[in-house]
T-cell receptor
Framework: DQQVKQNSPSLSVQEGRISILNCDYT??????FLWYKKYPAEGPTFLISISSIKDKNEDGRFTVFLNKSAKHLSLHIVPSQPGDSAVYFC???????????????FGSGTQLTVLP | EPEVTQTPSHQVTQMGQEVILRCVPI?????FYWYRQILGQKVEFLVSFYNNEISEKSEIFDDQFSVERPDGSNFTLKIRSTKLEDSAMYFC????????????FGQGTRLTVV
């Protein structure tokens, strides 16, 4: 049951250009979305998030867009740098019941390679 | 900058043995989690812990698994009788209070069951 899908396992982009990573979800209960970056043999590192009440959130070179009607979000990195090369995970957060801890449901990840 | 720390970084164990994976979450965080990632697969939720009890657990988290917060700082995951398919990276995470807060992850423990 893939509630969060990242259909592109890999993406290559030239340095300085825009990287666009996509993510789709199926569960309407998801109300908070996050992007994590992961290097090999390290834990996921939080990048940027967006609440379902917004359609855009920007932090420096990173912008996340949310289209609730399409159940789609994307991460834009502009300009891309070689140090951005990593696996990017989309994750969604739901609040099953009041007072509960929130669990993250992860996508399968997209390997971004930024070519110098 | 505060961080989640996990020990050991790599654990090799024989099938059927018990293992304990240790985590020190960020000190003012209230919610604690274990996730795992089998090689080549997704990061999967195992269990969440709040107010000294399990908040939620996935179907992966069966009777062989348990979690504990034995003191004010450590958060442990115990696997009673390891199986080959338990081999994975295990990530501990913690979050602060509030509805929309990001989870901070540790560096992970690579568990290899032989």
């Amino acid at each position: 049951d893939q509630q969060v899908k990242q259909n592109s396992p890999s993406l290559s982009v030239q340095e300085g250009r825009i990287s666009i990573l996509n993510c789709d979800y199926t569960n309407s209960m998801f109300d908070y979305f996050l992007w994590y970056k992961k290097y090999p043999a390290e834990g996921p590192t939080f990048l940027i998030s967006i609440s379902s009440i917004k359609d855009k959130n920007e932090d420096g070179r990173f912008t996340v867009f949310l289209n609730k009607s399409a159940k789609h979000l994307s991460l834009h990195i502009v300009p891309s740098q070689p140090g951005d090369s990593a696996v990017y995970f989309c994750a969604a957060n739901s609040h099953p019941y009041s007072g509960s801890a929130r669990q993250l449901t992860f996508g399968s990840g997209t390997q971004l390679t930024v070519l110098p | 900058e505060p961080e989640v720390t996990q020990t050991p970084s790599h654990q090799v164990t024989q099938m059927g043995q018990e293992v304990i994976l240790r985590c020190v979450p960020i000190s003012n965080h209230l919610y604690f989690y274990w996730y795992r990632q089998i090689l080549g697969q997704k990061v999967e939720f195992l269990v969440s812990f709040y107010n000294n009890e399990i908040s939620e657990k996935s179907e992966i988290f069966d009777d062989q698994f348990s979690v504990e917060r034995p003191d004010g700082s450590n958060f442990t995951l115990k696997i009673r009788s390891t199986k080959l398919e338990d081999s994975a990276m295990y990530f501990c995470a913690s979050t602060a209070d509030g509805p929309n807060t990001e989870a901070f992850f540790g560096q992970g423990t690579r568990l290899t069951v032989v």
